[in-house]
């Protein structure tokens, strides 16, 4: 399914475990994931001016608009560790992003494999929230960690994300239904490979599901 250059697009409510299981993909494949909220992040806790702007819609659960993210998709992507593939954690997450996607792949002579799309119902995508930790410098989510502790990935320290707070997360919640559901019945209609898969379970019977729908 995966040919040398393809994109995988991982979608899906928050918490439903695109980054955790991106991060497997990632190192199954040997390609990168790329993920717009860690870019973000990091540009915020930069204090660039992308960041700046950003992180107000981020502390709130709003979407980020779609030409600061397109702007992100494109350069990522040309990025000479992008040139094997890459894993999108979340980056799409408008109509109009996959529309600009689809341009950007076409321009760069690219092409999506498939569209992994995990399903999560709101009561877990809450919980998940609530119990999540990540590295302030590698990203990495957790649960069982508590703030302050070491990433036992990097040694960085873990945080608590300011949208991963209740209301942030009811919003973002309803950015999801709004504005990212919709993108799902936008591939399907045009023709591209739309892989359900069930997000609620262990971690790792979630990366067999992937595994098994992808075929690797
Ligand atoms: P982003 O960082 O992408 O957040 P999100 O999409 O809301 O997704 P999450 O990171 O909350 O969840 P996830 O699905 O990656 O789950 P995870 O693996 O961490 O984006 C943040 C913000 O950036 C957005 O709100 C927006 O403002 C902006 N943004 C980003 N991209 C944008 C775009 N394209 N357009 C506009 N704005 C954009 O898992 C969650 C927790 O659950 C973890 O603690 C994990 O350990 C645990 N977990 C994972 N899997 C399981 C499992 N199977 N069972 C139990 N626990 C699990």
Known sequence: ???DG????????PGAGKGTQGERLASDLGIPKIATGDVLRAAAGAGTPLGLEAKAYMDRGDLVPDEVILGIMRETLAAPDARKGAILDGVVRTVPQAEGLEKILRDLKRDLAAVLFFELNDAEAIRRAA???VCADCQTPYTGLAAGTRCPKC????????DDEPEAVRNRLREYQAKTAPVVAWYVEHRYPVLRIDAVGPVDEVAARVRRALSI
């Open 131 to 133: 119990g999540r930790t």
């Open 6 to 13: 393809s994109v995988l697009v991982l979608l899906g409510p």
């Open 1 to 3: 399914m995966m040919r």
């Open 155 to 162: 040694g960085g320290t873990l945080v608590r994300r300011r």
